[in-house]
């Protein structure tokens, strides 16, 4: 018969046990094409000092989607993917900037602070199929331009960057 204490000191355990987010650094190797090399300030790392994901890897992380027309794209196409706000919550990045890079040696660099609820959407998949390069893809980083105004800006197509291949947490 176990005491009343005893009883209280394992529900307290198995709280805290349920209570804490699950640990940064959850990532095994990939086993597919590496879609995303993620860098710097991060606090989960599966080959040395980087995080690499593959597209199911991708696939295991929260996934958002959302219908748009974009000034590249005719009719309204459904992006789905994952929102950079939760890769960042997911892999424990920190830092002030975010440098990326896409496979055609296109840069940009935005502020953590733009890392907005609803975008941008690190979108693997339009209208549910994966994105060639010709496409724009694998990994193109979108917004809901139809939803906002302020995302039919120049600033925010300039940061709407497709063939993405490395995303770097910084200074
Ligand atoms: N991979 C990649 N993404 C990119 C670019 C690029 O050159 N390469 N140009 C960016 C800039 S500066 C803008 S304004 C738009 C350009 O779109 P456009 O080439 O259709 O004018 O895409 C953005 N995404
Ligand atoms: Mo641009």
Same mark, same amino acid.
């Given at each position: =018969?176990?005491s009343?204490?005893?009883s209280l000191?394992?529900i +307290? *355990?198995?709280?805290?046990?349920?209570?804490?987010p699950?640990?940064a650094?959850d990532? *095994?190797? $990939? /086993?597919?094409?590496?879609?995303l !090399?993620?860098?710097?300030d991060?606090? @989960?790392?599966?080959a040395g000092d980087?995080?690499?994901?593959?597209?199911? %890897? +991708?696939a @295991?992380?929260?996934?958002?989607?959302f219908t !748009?027309? /974009?000034?590249w !794209?005719s009719?309204?196409? !459904?992006f789905?993917g994952?929102?950079?706000?939760?890769l960042?919550a997911?892999?424990g990045?920190?830092g002030e /900037?975010?440098?990326l890079?896409?496979?055609?040696?296109? /840069? #940009?660099? =935005? $502020? &953590?602070s733009?890392v907005?609820?609803?975008a $941008? +959407?690190?979108?693997?998949? &339009?209208?549910?199929?994966? &994105?060639?390069?010709?496409?724009?893809?694998?990994?193109? &980083?979108v917004?809901p331009?139809d *939803?906002?105004?302020?995302?039919?800006?120049?600033?925010?197509?300039?940061?709407? #960057?497709? %063939?993405?291949?490395t995303i770097?947490?910084?200074?």
């Amino acid at each position: =018969m176990i005491s009343s204490r005893h009883s209280l000191a394992v529900i +307290l *355990a198995l709280a805290t046990i349920v209570a804490s987010p699950a640990a940064a650094g959850d990532f *095994a190797a $990939p /086993t597919g094409e590496v879609l995303l !090399t993620i860098k710097g300030d991060i606090a @989960a790392r599966n080959a040395g000092d980087t995080l690499q994901l593959d597209q199911a %890897q +991708l696939a @295991a992380l929260p996934q958002s989607s959302f219908t !748009t027309s /974009t000034i590249w !794209t005719s009719g309204t196409p !459904t992006f789905s993917g994952v929102l950079l706000k939760d890769l960042v919550a997911a892999i424990g990045a920190k830092g002030e /900037t975010i440098t990326l890079s896409a496979a055609n040696d296109y /840069t #940009i660099k =935005m $502020p &953590m602070s733009a890392v907005a609820d609803d975008a $941008p +959407l690190l979108a693997f998949l &339009m209208d549910g199929k994966p &994105m060639s390069l010709r496409e724009k893809g694998p990994v193109w &980083m979108v917004y809901p331009y139809d *939803a906002n105004e302020s995302y039919r800006s120049e600033e925010t197509y300039s940061r709407s #960057i497709w %063939q993405l291949t490395t995303i770097e947490f910084g200074e």
